[in-house]
């Protein structure tokens, strides 16, 4: 594939990192994460090799859901650091070519935000409309409940106006209408700012709530969307929208703008997601070769992002009870790691007992879907969460830099794992180190990943192995072919393949040493190790692999 092509869609094969300035690394020795600090690190996430920074909320906000509620979109939280400190991050990341996308949550506000204390103050305030208010509580559907630990009800009474508003979350995040078009004006405002800051796009929250919760409805709620990536278009071309929207399939493809791929750019593969941990709970490839084939495809120019964990629960609401009871008794047993009833508390590494061949094994085959990887900030030197924190924040702990920690000279505001997963034993100085570690195994990971565009933009064929506890796919772009297969259970493997078109080729191991050739009849055997992967590049004898991508075409 022409890199001057993948280069203009740069979203269809980046590797987006997310993270919290709060938890990422102290700049000023007070305890908490900032943007001075973070801009310090900007050389080991280029080192990483991830291309697109993915900042969680860092606006002023009482943080009471974790920045997730806000009162100044147009701001920095002070603890994080100043506007100047955030256009010097910005200006760094993009000197080492990262780019950075950041949560637009507009949604909702905080209940403290300038807006809504006006709303609520008497029914005829400027800014009563930019809030859903109602004069009953309109009944609730016990399922739309989304954190049903604090909250019974999506409507909350307010006595000094004796009416209803709507929160589709706590009851501290009144949703925000955009019925209303100054409302709609106001989020392509704050779009717009942070763009002229140097921003490439957003990761949207909540996106069905925010169009579909509101008064009075909109005709087309999909027009708003499509009307907002045009708005950022024409600001700037390659700026994206990546879009939290965890609906089945069919429910989900109008948020890419069916047919013509305008409102979200990329979607969250949240059903990709949760049959993935269904196959690892079963060690089965059946769930995660069924989602493969169902996921329908992305317009032209948008993507999938794929992802095994983030920074909330890992959710598993779109399986059926009995298989959320098959994940939860594989990853996470105890009380204390389920939460909501539908999701568990915990990092990856800890859900696969630390065990590295397995570890590696879940992201090979994440990086191998088809779509662009996403990752959340320690995935990549295997962090483990801190059950004792509150709700999800289990999983919010601060980065380990060093065996010290590393985060803060100060005494860091959270408290992270301890045990097998403490700094002292799982840090990146030592990684760095250790030519073994999983920290460079990952830049292997996402070199490879960034060679082979054609995992992300070829055309996906899952293939017959024979074999129940084996994935195996093929992704097919411009004459080259990029093959992965996987190992789901924990004894060794042998894979027989039929490659069709690629008879007599050559198959170059990528994450390790190692050649194979397919036979004059399409045939070539593949061992795996317990839980093992492999990615393998195609090519005829003539060309060196290196050159497969570009000289097929
Ligand atoms: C989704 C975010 O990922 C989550 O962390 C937050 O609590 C809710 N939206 C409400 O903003
Ligand atoms: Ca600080």
């Given at each position: 594939?022409?890199?001057?092509?993948?280069?203009?869609?740069?979203?269809?094969?980046?590797?987006?990192?997310?993270?919290?300035?709060?938890?990422?690394?102290?700049?000023?020795?007070?305890?908490?994460?900032?943007?001075?600090?973070?801009?310090?690190?900007?050389?080991?996430?280029?080192?990483?090799?991830?291309?697109?920074?993915?900042?969680?909320?860092?606006?002023?906000?009482?943080?009471?859901?974790?920045?997730?509620?806000?009162t100044d979109f147009y701001s920095i939280d002070p603890r994080l650091g100043t506007l100047g400190d955030f256009v010097e991050?910005?200006?760094?990341?993009?000197?080492?070519?990262?780019?950075?996308?950041?949560?637009?949550?507009?949604?909702?506000?905080?209940?403290?935000?300038?807006?809504?204390?006006?709303?609520?103050?008497?029914?005829?305030?400027?800014?009563?409309?930019?809030?859903?208010?109602?004069?009953?509580?309109?009944?609730?559907?016990?399922?739309?409940?989304?954190?049903?630990?604090?909250?019974?009800?999506?409507?909350?009474?307010?006595?000094?106006?004796?009416?209803?508003?709507?929160?589709?979350?706590y009851r501290h995040q009144p949703d925000l209408n955009v019925g209303n078009p100054e409302v709609r004006d106001e989020i392509?405002?704050?779009?717009?700012?942070?763009?002229?800051?140097?921003?490439?796009?957003?990761?949207?929250?909540?996106?069905?709530?925010?169009?579909?919760?509101?008064?009075?409805?909109?005709?087309?709620?999909?027009?708003?969307?499509?009307?907002?990536?045009?708005?950022?278009?024409?600001?700037?071309?390659?700026?994206?929208?990546?879009?939290?929207?965890?609906?089945?399939?069919?429910?989900?493809?109008?948020?890419?703008?069916?047919?013509?791929?305008?409102?979200?750019?990329?979607?969250?593969?949240?059903?990709?997601?949760?049959?993935?941990?269904?196959?690892?709970?079963?060690?089965?490839?059946?769930?995660?070769?069924?989602?493969?084939?169902?996921?329908?495809?992305?317009?032209?120019?948008?993507?999938?992002?794929?992802?095994?964990?983030?920074?909330?629960?890992?959710?598993?609401?779109?399986?059926?009870?009995?298989?959320?009871?098959?994940?939860?008794?594989?990853?996470?047993?105890?009380?204390?790691?389920?939460?909501?009833?539908?999701?568990?508390?915990?990092?990856?590494?800890?859900?696969?007992?630390?065990?590295?061949?397995?570890?590696?094994?879940?992201?090979?085959?994440?990086?191998?879907?088809?779509?662009?990887?996403?990752?959340?900030?320690?995935?990549?030197?295997?962090?483990?969460?801190?059950?004792?924190?509150?709700?999800?924040?289990?999983?919010?702990?601060?980065?380990?830099?060093?065996?010290?920690?590393?985060?803060?000279?100060?005494?860091?505001?959270?408290?992270?794992?301890?045990?097998?997963?403490?700094?002292?034993?799982?840090?990146?100085?030592?990684?760095?180190?250790?030519?073994?570690?999983?920290?460079?195994?990952?830049?292997?990971?996402?070199?490879?990943?960034?060679?082979?565009?054609?995992?992300?933009?070829?055309?996906?064929?899952?293939?017959?192995?024979?074999?129940?506890?084996?994935?195996?796919?093929?992704?097919?772009?411009?004459?080259?072919?990029?093959?992965?297969?996987?190992?789901?259970?924990?004894?060794?493997?042998?894979?027989?393949?039929?490659?069709?078109?690629?008879?007599?080729?050559?198959?170059?191991?990528?994450?390790?040493?190692?050649?194979?050739?397919?036979?004059?009849?399409?045939?070539?055997?593949?061992?795996?190790?317990?839980?093992?992967?492999?990615?393998?590049?195609?090519?005829?004898?003539?060309?060196?692999?290196?050159?497969?991508?570009?000289?097929?075409?």
């Amino acid at each position: 594939m022409r890199l001057t092509y993948t280069s203009d869609l740069w979203w269809k094969n980046a590797v987006i990192y997310c993270l919290d300035v709060e938890t990422f690394k102290d700049g000023n020795d007070d305890g908490i994460g900032d943007f001075r600090g973070l801009t310090q690190q900007i050389d080991y996430l280029s080192g990483l090799g991830v291309t697109c920074l993915w900042l969680m909320p860092f606006f002023p906000t009482p943080n009471r859901d974790d920045g997730y509620d806000i009162t100044d979109f147009y701001s920095i939280d002070p603890r994080l650091g100043t506007l100047g400190d955030f256009v010097e991050f910005v200006r760094t990341a993009q000197d080492r070519g990262l780019r950075v996308i950041a949560d637009l949550v507009v949604n909702h506000t905080s209940d403290q935000h300038p807006w809504f204390r006006d709303s609520r103050s008497s029914k005829d305030s400027r800014y009563r409309d930019w809030y859903v208010w109602s004069d009953k509580a309109e009944p609730d559907d016990p399922k739309s409940v989304v954190f049903p630990d604090k909250e019974t009800s999506v409507w909350e009474l307010d006595k000094k106006t004796n009416q209803y508003y709507l929160h589709s979350f706590y009851r501290h995040q009144p949703d925000l209408n955009v019925g209303n078009p100054e409302v709609r004006d106001e989020i392509a405002r704050i779009l717009g700012f942070w763009m002229e800051l140097g921003l490439s796009g957003f990761r949207v929250d909540a996106v069905p709530f925010l169009i579909e919760n509101v008064h009075p409805k909109l005709a087309d709620p999909h027009e708003f969307l499509a009307d907002l990536r045009a708005f950022m278009s024409r600001r700037s071309g390659g700026s994206v929208l990546l879009g939290e929207v965890n609906l089945p399939y069919p429910d989900l493809v109008p948020y890419f703008g069916e047919g013509l791929g305008d409102q979200l750019t990329m979607c969250f593969d949240f059903i990709g997601m949760q049959k993935a941990w269904l196959s690892m709970a079963r060690g089965e490839a059946a769930p995660l070769v069924e989602a493969f084939e169902k996921r329908p495809k992305a317009p032209k120019d948008c993507q999938w992002a794929v992802f095994l964990r983030n920074h909330d629960e890992l959710t598993l609401d779109k399986l059926t009870e009995g298989e959320r009871k098959e994940v939860f008794a594989a990853f996470g047993p105890e009380e204390r790691m389920q939460i909501y009833g539908r999701g568990l508390r915990r990092r990856l590494p800890t859900m696969l007992g630390g065990d590295l061949r397995r570890i590696k094994m879940a992201y090979s085959l994440l990086f191998s879907m088809p779509g662009t990887p996403v990752m959340f900030y320690g995935e990549e030197i295997g962090m483990g969460e801190n059950l004792d924190a509150e709700g999800r924040m289990a999983v919010r702990v601060p980065m380990q830099w060093s065996k010290e920690g590393g985060f803060s000279l100060s005494e860091p505001d959270r408290e992270g794992p301890d045990g097998p997963y403490a700094p002292d034993r799982v840090n990146v100085a030592d990684q760095k180190r250790d030519t073994d570690s999983l920290l460079r195994w990952f830049q292997l990971l996402i070199e490879r990943y960034r060679e082979c565009p054609e995992l992300a933009w070829g055309v996906p064929t899952v293939l017959d192995s024979g074999n129940p506890a084996v994935f195996a796919h093929r992704c097919d772009a411009d004459g080259a072919s990029v093959l992965a297969v996987h190992n789901l259970c924990d004894t060794a493997q042998d894979v027989d393949l039929t490659l069709n078109g690629l008879e007599s080729h050559i198959l170059t191991d990528l994450l390790g040493d190692g050649t194979h050739t397919v036979s004059a009849k399409g045939k070539v055997r593949l061992p795996l190790g317990p839980h093992g992967c492999r990615w393998l590049r195609a090519s005829t004898p003539e060309v060196p692999p290196d050159d497969a991508s570009i000289k097929s075409q």
